[in-house]
Every structure is written in structure tokens, then in C-alpha cells.
């Protein structure tokens, strides 16, 4: 890596037209000098979709925002509804900054998918990435409550009390993506290799 | 008029303008994205923004988000704090804090909702 949060980016994308850029490559893509992360084998790692588009990139947390418009305009693409973009955004941002924050070597892989179905999108968010078994325990916390948590909105309302006494971040990112994306949140640990991933099915015109 | 106490803050991505427009009402616009390196700045704002409407006895103070293209979580988390800032004050010096939305930026209407929620006595939206 170059100078302190120099950002490295590899692109992969199938089904899809990005701005002025064309991006024609179905896998593959090269590691940018640094090694990669396992590629996707675990029991989550089934996928189904007409358009996707993976990044592999060193982030920081200032880089999450440039990726969440990237991907914004993927969604734009495929997608077109504003209301669902934004949900989607906003899931894409939080689960990219709890990458970020949990990465134990600055590597984070994110993948964005989504398969057409009759009247419907069904979107599909990974982010995989390698933690210390602190961090992964954390992850698993916030994820088993918030799974066992019967009413999203709720939940995310007990969520905000506490961060109002929280110092160590918000502790919203997750409950956010359920309850304000309108995505469930699961996850799978392979070793020291943790993938998040938030997937629901969004009707065309916004509904979930 | 400036609220005492209360600066203009310009990050690289999170601008905010505050000021008193009557004697007991203020308005705080925010402008650009509130993400993760804007947290700390947002988060001293508010604080002194609550101290600020607290001595100068402001009833209510609009909070213009309409140009306000994103707002992460930790943010939002700044937001929640300072409700809670409000709601801890006694009820004859508490303010309600009027948000101004932009209807096309739907997270605004999901995240606004749910700072509602939190606390229905002290805050409307309005578009």
C-alpha cells in the first residue's frame, strides 16, 4: 500500500453500464499489488443475479461515501426507482463502514447484486472481510439481537436510546439497514473471515 | 443574529449556517453529507447549539435538512443525542426542533420518522 489510506480498487461487474465506463469483465480481476481476500465459498456464497457489481478495495472510512455513490449509480442502472436506491444506499453505506471499521487488514471486499423477478428487484449486499475475534463477536451480538428482535422498528427505537450513552459509536448501523432499508441482516464466519450480508426483495415502485 | 456560542461549520463535506430569526425562534441549515469524519464537528455543534437556544430562551428552532444530501449513522446518532439533550431539560425550558425535509431525498423521511418516534412531543417534519 502507498501513503496512509491510499485507497486500491479492483472493479468487477457483469450486466450493467457505469456512467461513461463500460464494464464488461464476469469475474476475475486483479489483486492491485495486494492479496485478496478469500474468494466467496461459504455457505452464503450462492449467487443468482442478472447484474452485479464487486469491489475488492483497501477503504477507509472517508472512501465509504465515494463507494456508496458509485454504487448508487449501479442501482440507478438496474434499478431506477428513487425510493429503493436510497434504501439501498443507505444500506450500502452501513454495512461498508462497519467493514471498514471491523477490517483487521484495511481489506474488505463488498458485492452488490440484484436479480429481476416479475414486478420485483431482488437485492442482495455482501461485504467480507477478515476481524479479530473481538470484532467478530461483536458482530455476531449485534446480529443475533437483532434477528431474535420481532418488530424492526421497535428494536431500532431501543437501539436509539442507547446510543444516546454510547462513546464507543453509534451501534445504529445495523438496526438502521433493517429497520430504514427494510433489509434483513445475516452473516456467516469462515475463521477469521466474517461476511455480512443485508438481502430483500423490493417491489418495482418502492414496496417491500 | 448568530446564536452565542454557536459557529458556522464548514468540513469538506458538512457545511451548517445557524442563526436566531426571532426572539425566541432560531434556524440551523445544514448542507452537503454527514458522514463519519463530519461526526466529531456535527456532534460539538449540537451541544453548543442546545446550550445556545437554552440561554437564549429560543420555544423552537427549524432544522433546515433539504440540502443535506446523506446522513450515516453516527450522525444520526448526534441527532439522537441532542433530543435527548432537550428531553432531559425541564418541560418549561425545553424547545421543539421543527425538521424541514426534502421529499425526493427519501432517507430523510425514514430517518426523520424514526427521530420522531423517539420523541413525538418535541419534533415535526414538515417538507
New interface residues.
Given amino acids: 500500500m502507498g501513503a496512509a489510506g491510499a485507497a486500491i480498487w479492483t472493479v468487477t461487474a457483469c450486466g450493467l453500464r457505469l456512467g461513461a465506463h463500460t464494464l464488461n469483465a464476469c469475474g476475475g480481476g486483479t489483486d492491485g499489488g495486494r492479496r485478496l481476500l478469500p474468494t466467496w465459498a461459504g455457505e452464503m456464497d450462492h449467487f443468482e443475479e442478472d447484474a452485479y457489481v464487486e469491489l475488492n478495495f483497501s477503504p477507509n472510512v472517508r472512501l465509504v461515501g465515494t463507494v456508496r455513490r458509485f454504487v448508487s449509480e449501479f442501482y440507478a442502472q438496474v434499478i431506477g426507482d428513487g425510493e429503493i436506491i436510497s434504501r439501498l444506499a443507505v444500506a450500502t453505506h452501513e454495512l461498508l463502514e462497519n467493514a471498514v471499521r471491523y477490517s483487521l487488514d484495511g481489506n474488505t471486499t463488498a458485492r452488490v447484486s440484484v436479480k429481476n423477478e416479475p414486478g420485483a428487484f431482488l437485492v442482495t449486499i455482501d461485504t467480507k472481510n477478515r476481524a479479530a475475534e473481538e470484532k467478530i463477536g461483536t458482530v455476531r451480538k449485534a446480529l443475533d439481537d437483532l434477528a431474535k428482535a420481532e418488530d424492526a422498528e421497535k428494536y431500532y427505537q431501543t437501539l436509539m436510546r442507547a446510543s444516546a450513552k454510547r462513546t464507543d459509536g453509534s451501534g445504529l448501523g445495523f438496526g438502521r439497514v433493517r429497520a430504514e432499508s427494510g433489509m434483513p441482516v445475516t452473516y456467516e464466519v469462515v475463521d477469521d473471515v466474517i461476511h455480512v450480508r443485508a438481502r430483500a426483495r423490493f417491489e418495482a415502485g418502492g414496496k417491500r | 443574529m448568530s446564536i452565542e456560542g454557536v459557529p458556522n461549520v464548514a468540513t469538506e463535506?458538512l457545511r451548517s449556517e445557524a442563526s436566531l430569526d426571532s426572539a425566541d425562534t432560531a434556524l440551523v441549515r445544514f448542507l452537503g453529507?454527514a458522514?463519519?469524519?463530519a461526526m466529531p464537528v456535527l456532534s460539538d455543534l449540537l451541544k453548543k447549539l442546545h446550550a445556545g437556544l437554552l440561554s437564549s430562551k429560543v420555544r423552537e428552532v427549524t432544522v433546515d435538512l433539504r440540502d443535506l444530501e446523506?446522513m450515516?449513522?453516527?450522525c444520526?446518532?448526534a441527532f439522537?443525542?441532542w433530543v435527548?439533550f432537550v428531553e432531559e431539560v425541564p418541560a418549561e425550558q425545553q424547545y421543539t426542533i421543527r425538521f424541514l425535509s426534502d421529499p425526493?431525498?427519501?432517507?430523510q423521511e425514514?430517518?426523520l420518522g424514526?427521530?420522531t418516534?423517539?420523541a413525538t412531543h418535541l419534533i415535526r417534519v414538515e417538507n
Fill in positions: 463535506g453529507t458522514e463519519s469524519e446523506f450515516n449513522s453516527s444520526f446518532k439522537v443525542t435527548g425526493k431525498k427519501h432517507w425514514r430517518s424514526a427521530l418516534c423517539f
